[in-house]
Structure formats: structure tokens, C-alpha cells
């Protein structure tokens, strides 16, 4: 057998309510994300306007620039590990994250945890279109500077100016989404290699200013304590997973159109270790030298941007990171939701549908709001996005350690009471009670107050319980594959 075969047999659904084309297995014939273009997958995911903030946000907690370097690597081997098993068991079953968490949460349970990952990146979509716009902003006023008379009027929070800009990029997001992932394989492989082009002008540019020379050692927090230092270490490290735990949950999305295991391995290994450490590195040295040039450090290269007088750089670097963004937005947050829309209603909702209804929540949320309100960002998007470690430790769990890398593929579409996933009512009780008990424990300390370096420790911790309580609780059942 092949490489390019080593999928699960039996993957050809009958004719239910839980299946419809998007949410079919993938074939030979569609598997064509190959090295390459994972590769570009994870610089995609990791060339944002909101990656450079993270990174350049772990500086304040009071490490030096190379400690926070050490700890982001430290965080991207994790993010990697839970790459390789998330992405290898994607690819030999064949199907998107709803369905491929049916195994685990049962044919209607999956829904849940599906849901959950939808809400956290239909608020993340709304608010990286809008990041996109301010740099689109920054781009037309340079080019036609007469545009700033339509800056001075707004409606619900942003300026006639703006709403062009956010409406723009949204519907160009759309018309992507719209022709489905071979498309979103094409736009990927774009953006995240360009993105290159404006962070290396942007670092030459500000490094330039501050006579070629910054200080690794150089902190913009408070001086730790070594005790302190561990701590916040730690917590760099596990912020840089939590961080990608959206994408790393519904990486199967992505990953079962590989065609190979091979290519799994190679594309994670260039696109995170490789990529994502130089990504980190370049954040901090510009965010260095800003610190020397500035006084303080700018976590929006957008913002930085706007202060080059050179129009053509200003140009360049606006629209490469308006471009990166949309990229960014469509792998990250777009493609997740509309499978897991169209979960909830197969024989309704396409992966087209699910993504109009994704792109219209996103507006009605108005991010542009949500982004000035950073307790909301700290306390309902870090709750929610704390539930993502449970769900990866109950999917790990379930199938490599219950399940043994076993699926029967044409169950997980079955609404039979007798199908190997139907569980209780189509609801598997063991993992509902896992998801609950380690899902309120990694809120309840991903919303500790004032800090930082517990908080950080709430997707180990949740990932942890939720799979050791999964496993206890499943430990007496026998395979469904056996």
C-alpha cells in the first residue's frame, strides 16, 4: 500500500442527515495539501498582525528578550508535538474536526465541542478583518491622502472610512471562502510566504534607526525575581500553545486533505519549529529596537508602520499586511466555523453556507468594539478559548489510547442506535462529563485576576484533566474498531 493510501477503509458514508459533500472523507483524488503547502498552513497561522502582538505582549511580563525568545520555542516544540498527533490522525481518517470528534463526543455530542471552537473564531474572524482594515487604512491615506475627510463622520464605532475598508476585505474573505479549500490551499501558499516581505522592510527599517545594534538583554516589564523568572517562563511557553489552540483542535480540517502521512510530518516540522521560532525572533528584534528607538514597545506593526516617512515602504508594508491578514483570517478562522456550522445541519447548512452565516455573525459583533474592550478579549475569548486543551486531550485520548488508531469511518456518519458512535442518544456521556469537569477547571484559572503566570497553565491543565478523566472513565471499553 502506498503512501498516498494509508487511509481508513470503509470510508463511504451511507445517505443520512449527518453527512453532506463537504463533510465526506477525502479521497486520493482531493488529498493535495502536500508539504509545501502545510508549510505555508503554519506561516500563514503565524504571520499575523495579532502573532506580532502576542509575541512582542510576552516582553511586558517581565522577561528579557532572549528569555522570551527561549520560552516562545519551548511553547512552539509543544505546539508542534500536538501537531504531529492531531495532523496524523486527521489524515488517515479523512475528515474535518466535527467529524472527526464524533469519534469521541458521539455522532450529536460533537456538535458541543464543534460549536465551541466555532464561537471563539467567529469573534477572532470579525476582529482580524478589522486589524486587516486598519492597515488597508493606513495604505489609502498614503496613496490618496484626500480620503482623510472620510475619517471624521462614524457610524456604530467606525468612520465612513473604515467601514469601506472592513466591508472590502470581508467581502474578499467571502469570495474565497466561497469556492472552498482548494482555493484557501491557494491563498494560503500566498499569504504566508509575502508576509516575509514586510516584517524583514520592517526590520531593516526600524533596526536602521536604531544604529543596527539592540540589546537582547533588554526587558519591558519589571525585573523578576529567579523564582518569578521560572514562573513567567513557564507561562510564555504554555501562552504561545494556548495561543494556536484553536487551530491546532480543528488542524484535521487542513490535514485530511494530505496525502500522506510524510507529508504531515515534513509540512509541521518546516511550518512550526522552523518558521514559527523565526517568526518569534523577528517580532522580538523589531520590538527590541522599538523599545531603543521609541522608548516603549509597540505590540501593532500596523502603528509602526504609519510612523516610516517613506511612502512606498508605508505602501508596501500596508498592503502586505492587509494581505497576510486576510490569508490568516480565512486558514485560522473562517474554514473552522463553516464546517462546524454545517455540522450542526448537513443536509442544510453546506461549508459554503456555514460560511456566509460565519462572515454575517462576524459583522453583527462588531469587533471593532471588542477589540477596544480588552477585559472581553481577556475574560470571554481566554474562557472560551480555555475549553480548546480539554477537547485536544479528549480527542488524543480517544484515539490513540481508547480507540488504538481505529475508526469504522462510515459510523461516524451513522444515526443507527447500533453504529459504533451513537453512544447514548447519539451523546457520549464519559467525554461530555470530561469536557465539563477539566473545562471548568481551565477557566476558572485561565480568569484568575492579576495573574498572568497562572493563567498561562490553564490549557495544560485542562488538557491533563480532560484526558486523564476520559481515559479513567473509558479505560473498561473495549475498542469500537475491534
Known amino acids: 500500500m502506498t503512501q498516498t493510501q494509508v487511509r481508513e477503509p470503509d470510508g463511504t458514508p451511507e445517505r443520512t442527515a449527518l453527512v453532506n459533500p463537504d463533510l465526506t472523507p477525502t479521497t486520493d483524488d482531493t488529498a493535495k495539501w ?29 522577561l528579557t528578550g532572549w528569555q522570551t525568545m527561549v520560552a516562545l520555542f519551548v511553547g512552539v516544540l509543544l505546539l508542534w508535538g500536538g501537531s504531529n498527533l492531531i495532523g496524523i490522525a486527521g489524515q488517515k481518517v ?28 467567529i469573534f477572532w474572524y470579525g476582529i482580524q478583518t478589522y486589524l486587516a482594515s486598519t492597515a488597508l487604512i493606513v495604505l489609502l491615506l498614503r496613496v490618496a491622502p484626500g480620503l482623510q475627510s472620510l475619517t471624521t463622520h462614524k457610524f456604530l464605532g467606525l468612520s465612513t472610512l473604515g467601514w469601506i475598508s472592513f466591508l472590502v476585505l470581508w467581502a474578499v474573505q467571502l469570495a474565497i471562502i466561497s469556492y472552498g479549500m482548494n482555493i484557501v490551499r491557494r491563498a494560503s501558499d500566498f499569504a504566508g510566504p509575502v508576509v516575509w516581505i514586510g516584517m524583514l522592510a520592517l526590520a531593516l527599517w526600524i533596526l536602521g534607526k536604531a544604529g543596527w545594534s539592540i540589546d537582547f538583554g ?23 500553545v494556548a495561543f494556536m489552540a484553536g487551530p491546532l483542535v480543528n488542524y484535521a480540517d487542513f490535514a485530511r486533505f494530505s496525502p500522506s502521512k510524510k507529508a504531515i510530518v515534513r509540512g509541521n516540522a518546516w511550518g512550526i519549529p522552523f518558521n514559527e521560532t523565526a517568526f518569534v525572533v523577528i517580532s522580538i528584534v523589531i520590538s527590541l529596537a522599538t523599545l531603543k528607538v521609541y522608548g516603549k514597545v509597540l505590540s501593532d506593526p500596523v502603528a509602526l508602520v504609519a510612523n516610516i516617512h517613506n511612502n512606498t515602504i508605508v505602501i508596501i508594508a500596508a498592503a502586505v499586511f492587509a494581505i497576510a ?27 459554503r453556507t456555514g460560511g456566509v452565516i460565519t462572515a454575517v455573525l462576524s459583522i453583527l459583533v462588531m469587533p471593532w468594539k471588542l477589540w477596544e474592550n480588552q477585559n472581553f478579549i ?31 469511518v462510515a459510523d461516524l456518519y451513522s444515526e443507527a442506535p447500533q453504529g459504533s458512535y451513537h453512544y447514548l ?26 495573574s498572568q503566570s497562572v493563567t498561562a497553565l490553564s490549557w495544560p491543565i485542562g488538557a491533563i484533566l480532560g484526558a486523564g478523566i476520559m481515559y479513567a472513565l473509558s479505560a473498561g471499553r473495549r475498542s469500537a474498531a475491534e
Do not use: E
Not at 220 to 227: I, N, Q, R, T
Not at 425 to 450: E, T, Y
Open 34 to 62: 502536500r508539504t509545501w503547502d502545510l508549510f505555508c498552513l503554519w506561516m500563514t497561522s503565524a504571520h499575523s498582525i495579532g502573532s506580532y502582538g502576542f509575541a512582542v505582549g510576552m516582553l511586558a511580563l517581565g
Open 94 to 121: 479523512g475528515v474535518p474536526f466535527p467529524v472527526f470528534a464524533r469519534g469521541a463526543f458521539g455522532v450529536f455530542g460533537a456538535n458541543i465541542p464543534a460549536l465551541l471552537r466555532a464561537l471563539v473564531a
Open 218 to 240: 533588554a526587558r519591558a516589564g519589571s525585573a523578576l525575581s529567579g523564582g518569578k523568572t521560572v514562573a513567567a517562563f513557564i507561562g510564555v511557553a504554555f501562552l504561545m
Open 325 to 351: 491578514t486576510v490569508g490568516i483570517n480565512v486558514v485560522l478562522n473562517f474554514v473552522s466555523p463553516s464546517y462546524d456550522i454545517s455540522n450542526t445541519a448537513p443536509k442544510y447548512i453546506s461549508f
Open 378 to 408: 481577556v475574560y470571554f475569548l481566554g474562557g472560551v478559548g480555555a475549553l480548546m486543551g480539554p477537547v485536544f486531550g479528549i480527542l488524543i485520548v480517544d484515539y490513540y489510547l481508547l480507540r488504538r488508531q481505529r475508526t469504522v
Open 425 to 450: 442518544r447519539g451523546f457520549n456521556p464519559r467525554a461530555l462529563i470530561a469536557l465539563v469537569i477539566s473545562g471548568v477547571a481551565g477557566v476558572l484559572v485561565a480568569l484568575i485576576p492579576h
